[in-house]
């Protein structure tokens, strides 16, 4: 990477689920190794879901060995699964290897003398949407720190009534990650003409989107990160001549928003078993189409 105003070619894949796709796909990171080289980028920007806890280390690092680019990730839902939160997280910061850094970690990352990229996975964070019937994802029985908040007969026969105590887990998590986040972007508002923020969850209503239609009620207690969706616009609005790009996954659904004058957002689409990518270019600050490889 550069810290001159030289031209900045960065590579974006969301929700890669390295442990569907090297089943389903074998062939796909030699294909992204050829690609990347042709389109000239050599960092990457990794929003989460990158494989489970028992393989995301080794997906990485398969990851920084087969394209040879330099990664700047965030962790997802998934790369708990099988794991605890507090567990995954330690042996992300841990992790010491060259060319790789975890965003909540490394803080604030200078892409040229105007720009800054910062990043967490963020969580979807019950704040708003139907709390009564929401839709039961797979975290809240995969995840240690999830899973200690059901009562399991109630969960899995009486078609979960209490949800009380998951909700609070969730509110706590989402609101630490926030929390987590806002430091940086403190510290980098006002100083950089534009901050590239990196999540798993979206912060936005409008990219919690479900086939190509608004989000639902049901759908916003898992899949919105809304806690850190007001923190970024009470910054945008008290900054506003900052550029924010907000870059996330998740909903594995394509979407687009400028939420703000000076906010724009976006999700990116995915498939399990499919590699996709995307190319975010300093000229203009655009991000072009999701690309199948
Ligand atoms: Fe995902
Ligand atoms: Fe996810």
């Known amino acids: 990477m550069t810290s001159d105003e030289m031209s900045i070619k960065l590579v974006w894949i969301s929700d890669l ?9 074998p062939g796909a990171l030699m294909r992204l190794e050829a690609a990347l080289e042709e389109e000239g980028a ?3 920007l990794l929003g989460g879901d990158i494989a489970d806890s028992r393989s995301f280390e080794a997906g990485l690092k398969h990851l920084l060995d087969v394209t040879r680019c330099s990664i700047s990730f965030v962790l997802g839902n998934h790369d708990y699964y099988f794991g605890s939160v507090a567990d995954v ?3 992300a910061a841990a992790l010491q ?11 604030v990352v200078e892409l040229n003398k105007d720009t800054a990229l910062i990043g ?4 979807g964070d019950a ?4 709390m009564e019937n929401f839709i039961l994802l797979t975290d809240y029985a995969a995840i240690k720190e999830l899973a200690d ?5 109630d969960f899995w026969i009486n078609g979960f009534r209490k949800r009380s105590a998951l909700i609070s887990k969730l509110r706590q998590l989402g609101e630490e990650a926030s929390k987590s986040l806002k430091y940086y972007l403190d510290k980098a508002a006002g100083r950089y003409k534009r901050i590239l923020i990196l999540t798993h969850v979206t912060p936005f209503v409008e990219t919690c989107t479900y086939r190509d239609r608004p989000g639902s009620e049901q759908g916003f207690p898992g899949f919105l990160w809304d806690c850190m969706g007001i923190l970024l616009k009470s910054a945008a609005a008290e900054y506003p001549e900052t550029e924010f790009l907000v870059l996330s996954g998740h909903t594995h659904e394509d979407s687009y928003a400028r939420v703000a004058s000076n906010i724009r957002a976006w999700s990116s689409p995915a498939e399990y078993g499919e590699l996709r990518y995307r190319i975010v270019e300093s000229s203009g600050w655009t991000v072009g189409p999701s690309i199948l490889v």
């Not at 290897?97 to 803080?107: A, C, D, H």
């Not at 967490?120 to 969580?123: K, L």
């Not at 704040?127 to 139907?130: E, K, L, T």
């Open 42 to 44: 050599a960092h990457i």
């Open 89 to 91: 997280r330690r042996r």
């Open 97 to 107: 290897i060259p060319g790789l850094q975890w965003l909540p970690k490394t803080g």
């Open 17 to 25: 689920h390295l442990d569907h796709l090297e089943s389903k796909d």
């Open 149 to 153: 908040t059901i009562n399991h007969e």
């Open 127 to 130: 704040h708003r949407g139907d």
């Open 120 to 123: 967490h996975g963020g969580w």
